[in-house]
């Protein structure tokens, strides 16, 4: 395999540069027939290299699949979903002045929630499904076991979870095909396995931090929509809570550029811990709902002490800006 190269100052696309054929044999293979092991993926995660892989055998989920996945002797299992407001994005800022808000907190910006999750009968989030998101948030260890577990079996993924040491979460993300999730990071490693529909991911490299979240902006207080759910089919909100949790890991402003992965069904993408990044599900004709599965690991890079609502500590900033962004040619 040749060496990995620095990654571009133009930021090229990576599904055009890191692509990985994991073929359904015990060996994995690079574009260019390269064995790669099982070894060589912590070692993305070690260089912080995101990497589509392919050929991991992913299953095919019809919605009479998951219909019967989630029905037992008492009916179909509850299910915990965000309600969609019509932008159908997950997250964005407000001013506080529009809330009605407590605090001792000078220039104080909220990250609106679209909503606070609730519990649905799995055949009636299917049939709103246009209104509601399963948006993971652990849900996968939750109450979408029945279908993380599904997935899991499914997949060649033990000798992976070996040598990430892990997972420690597990992520069902189920919704129409019109989502989007705003430019934020997580302090975990992620691996995204795309099962129905195609998703976008829009990223840029962790040392943006200074400029999407300057040492000056103000702080982000989480704040959530109150959501009335008694007619699945017409919600109606209104602003709620704001809470006392500063948020650091999303991005103060919206950025066009960066650079663009498209994942279509069968597809994995190996993203690093603090690589921002911005999801959409995107419109196509092959199902008319966007299926998602992720396992989270603990990164290299990350300590205990940091989360993704922690300001990045020194240490870790430091790393982060002597760290050289591979791709794989």
């Known amino acids: 395999m040749e060496e990995p190269t620095m990654w571009p100052s133009s930021l090229r696309s990576i599904a055009e540069r890191s692509t990985l054929i ?20 912590s070692n993305f995660s070690k260089t912080s290299t995101p990497v589509v892989i392919e050929g991991l055998g992913l299953p095919h989920l019809e919605q009479i699949t998951l219909l019967q996945l989630g029905q037992n002797e008492q009916g179909y299992k509850g299910v915990s979903v965000a309600p969609l407001q019509d932008n159908k994005t997950d997250k964005w800022l407000e001013p ?6 407590n605090t001792t907190l000078e220039n104080v910006h909220v990250l609106a929630v679209a909503g606070k999750r609730s519990a649905l009968p799995l055949d009636q989030f299917i049939e709103n499904i246009d209104h509601f998101y399963a948006d993971g948030a652990g849900n996968g260890s939750a109450s979408w076991s029945f ?10 993924l033990p000798r992976i979870d070996y040598k990430l040491d ?12 019109a989502t989007r999730s705003r430019l934020h990071y997580d302090a975990v490693d992620t691996l995204f396995c795309q099962l129905e529909g195609r998703k976008r991911f829009k990223m840029l490299p962790p040392d943006e931090l200074t400029s999407l979240v300057p040492e000056d902006s103000p702080p982000l207080l989480k704040a959530y929509y109150d ?17 006392r949790e500063i948020v650091w890991n999303y991005s103060r402003f919206d950025r066009e550029d960066g650079c663009t992965v498209e994942l279509k ?4 993408f190996f993203l690093p811990a603090y690589w921002w990044h911005q999801v959409d599900a995107l419109p196509h004709e092959e199902s008319p709902w966007c299926l998602s599965y992720s ?35």
């Not at 994991?22 to 092991?37: A, D, K, L």
């Not at 506080?96 to 808000?101: I, P």
């Not at 990164?299 to 050289?324: H, Y």
Request: charged share 25%.
């Open 166 to 177: 892990g997972p420690i979460e597990k992520h069902i993300w189920l919704g129409p095909c």
């Open 147 to 156: 279908l993380a577990d599904y997935i899991s079996q499914r997949c060649d």
């Open 295 to 329: 396992q989270v690991y603990r990164s290299p890079f990350v300590r205990c002490k940091e989360t993704a609502t922690s300001r990045p500590s020194d240490e870790l900033r430091l790393v982060n800006s002597r760290s050289s962004w591979h791709v794989y040619d």
């Open 22 to 41: 994991w073929e359904t044999s015990p060996n994995m293979f690079g574009s260019h027939g390269e064995r790669i092991s099982p070894s060589q993926l």
């Open 265 to 268: 069904p069968g597809d994995c």
């Open 227 to 243: 959501c009335d759910v008694t007619d699945p089919s017409c919600l109606k909100f209104s602003r709620g809570e704001v809470s």
């Open 96 to 101: 506080l002045r529009a809330w009605d808000a």
